[in-house]
């Protein structure tokens, strides 16, 4: 405020700017253009005024308001911050792991906390919130390690046991643990059921972050120290990560898992004070049931070495046919044999899941050959029907080429020391397949002779039978 002052002009330059004493400042009106008398002509658009006429004219330019008329920000600001804040999402990342490096157990351990899924799985009869199974963590290990080895390295494998042995590293570190605080280590499968410690309390709304992570390094994830390697020109080392054939090695060296059919008779596997306490009959279908899981994981190996000692094996020996008469003629022999492997593997799943639910005792077991005979119907005629022309082919193949001959009995002794007494030769794996279907009936049927009347599984094991016949 200028009030206490008499003087009224004030020179600058040739410009003279002139005072009003009636409102105690400068002629600035409180709305619509203000005007002070000036003796020349300008035009400042920058700043927002023009000079003409000897008066200085504010331009009519609108500038938004940090507050409104009750002092809050007005909306224009909150609009941008909302813009800002859907700017800024993962969705938009182009490369959302680009802050991940895979190679530490520490970065793989943080992703995997939110990604395997969990449910409530139950073990000896105890239902557990919030678990998962060994086969649950290694196959979101797999899909995490699985695109870092095809877009770093270029190699495209679904072998798991890599992600196997990722699972048990961070088992030893007690990341997770088992729920009945078993020491034997993960499988790849669903006999135990795991929880992670952050779980232990059943808080699963309150998220409490670890205060350590497991640490580690996956060399095999790891990328080549020397700047000057790239994927074209690998470096000298022969370790290089960038030689895919030294990677391919590194994962190949890793012990597969298998399925290990059962040796132990049922009645050696429980609490004497629970044996002494069943009836004979409920003894002998125990019995009968363990026997039924042992021979199906029997039966389960076997057609996995279909796949390892022969199909694999022949896809690669190009030196005894033309490639494409290869192929020709392993999908006439073996036509969906594959297919039959992954049916008895989800019933083998199955009977584990009825297994870690209800042991020792099994009270049903029906129900899930119910299901099994589903997936049958649609694979097993297939393969059975097929089975006269593919060994006719067989024969007709081995007979003229005596370097198939030759292949397929190095093979056959091969499976002598993957399954160390049993030597088996081609012939016997493709006619296994309908052999075991027909022991389906006869083993139900055994259970059911010992089941007692009222038991729900009479009528599950009778469904069973029927639909497998």
């Not at 012990?255 to 629970?274: F, M, N, Q, R, Y």
């Not at 060994?391 to 091969?414: D, W």
């Not at 397949?433 to 049927?445: D, F, I």
Request: charged residues 25%.
């Amino acid at each position: 405020m200028y009030s206490d002052y008499d003087a009224s002009t004030s020179k600058v330059g040739s410009s003279t700017l002139i005072r009003d004493n009636s409102v105690g400042s400068y002629g600035f009106s409180s709305a619509g253009p203000s005007t002070v008398q000036y003796s020349d002509t300008y035009n400042d658009s920058a700043n927002g005024y023009r000079i003409h006429d000897g008066s200085i004219d504010s331009l009519d330019r609108s500038r938004p308001s940090v507050y409104g008329a009750v002092g809050s920000p007005t909306s224009p600001l909150v609009d941008q911050d909302d813009e800002d804040d859907d700017y800024f999402t993962d969705s938009d990342d182009p490369d959302p792991d680009r802050f991940v490096n895979f190679s530490l157990l520490s970065h793989l351990a943080v992703r995997l906390r939110d990604k395997v899924p969990r449910g409530t799985h139950v073990k000896s009869s105890i239902p557990y919130p919030r678990a998962f199974t060994g086969k649950d963590i290694v196959s979101t290990i797999q899909s995490q390690i699985q695109r870092e080895l095809l877009i770093n390295h270029g190699v495209s494998t679904a072998d798991r046991r890599a992600a196997l042995q990722v699972a048990r590293s961070l088992q030893s570190q007690l990341f997770f643990y088992e729920v009945e605080w078993g020491d034997k280590p993960l499988q790849d499968g669903v006999e135990d059921v795991y929880m992670f410690l952050d779980d232990l309390e059943g808080n699963s709304e309150a998220h409490r972050e670890r205060e350590e992570l497991p640490t580690a390094v996956i060399t095999m994830l790891t990328k080549c120290y020397v700047s000057s390697c790239s994927e074209d020109d690998p470096c000298y080392s022969w370790a290089c990560p960038r030689r895919r054939t030294i990677l391919a090695a590194d994962i190949s060296s890793t012990s597969e898992p298998e399925i290990a059919p059962h040796t132990e008779d049922w009645p050696s596997t429980v609490d004497p004070t629970i044996l002494h306490s069943l009836p004979a009959s409920e003894i002998h279908r125990q019995t009968i049931i363990h026997k039924t899981i042992s021979q199906e994981e029997q039966y389960v190996q076997d057609l996995d070495s279909v796949d390892v000692l022969f199909i694999r094996p022949l896809r690669r020996a190009t030196h005894i046919m033309p490639a494409a008469k290869l192929d020709e003629f392993i999908e006439e022999v073996f036509g969906n044999i594959l297919d039959l492997r992954e049916c008895n593997k989800r019933l083998v799943e199955a009977m584990y899941v009825r297994q870690r639910e209800q042991a020792p005792i099994i009270q049903k077991i029906g129900d899930v050959f119910v299901e099994a005979a589903r997936s049958f119907r649609f694979a097993y005629p297939t393969y059975v029907g097929h089975l006269p022309l593919a060994e006719k082919r067989f024969k007709e193949e081995v007979e003229a080429n005596a370097e198939l001959r030759l292949f397929l009995e190095e093979c056959s002794r091969q499976s002598v020391k993957q399954q160390e007494s049993r030597r088996l030769d081609l012939k016997h794996f493709l006619t296994r397949p309908s052999e075991h279907l027909q022991k389906y009936p006869l083993a139900l049927e055994a259970i059911m002779k010992e089941t007692t009347n009222g038991n729900p599984d009479a009528y599950y094991l009778a469904g069973a039978i029927h639909a497998i016949k």
